[in-house]
């Protein structure tokens, strides 16, 4: 049995990025294969907006969230 098998939700989470058209779904594909945990809480988006890897060339062009200013929570 295969040690390093991912699970088939992070691999068709990344395959279904990686087919969308244009430069922005392949950065985030390749952010999500990089750092999404489908057990850890938080979906890819949300953990890739809290990452920490400065190091990483596609730091400043990952997927981030905005919020909305003028909303109260």
Known sequence: ??????????????????RKPGLRSKIDAKCCECIYDPYQEGTWRIQVDNCTSMTCPLFSKRAKTFKKKGVNS
């Open 1 to 18: 049995m295969e040690q390093n098998k991912r699970p088939r939700i992070l691999l068709e989470t990344i395959d279904n990025l990686a």
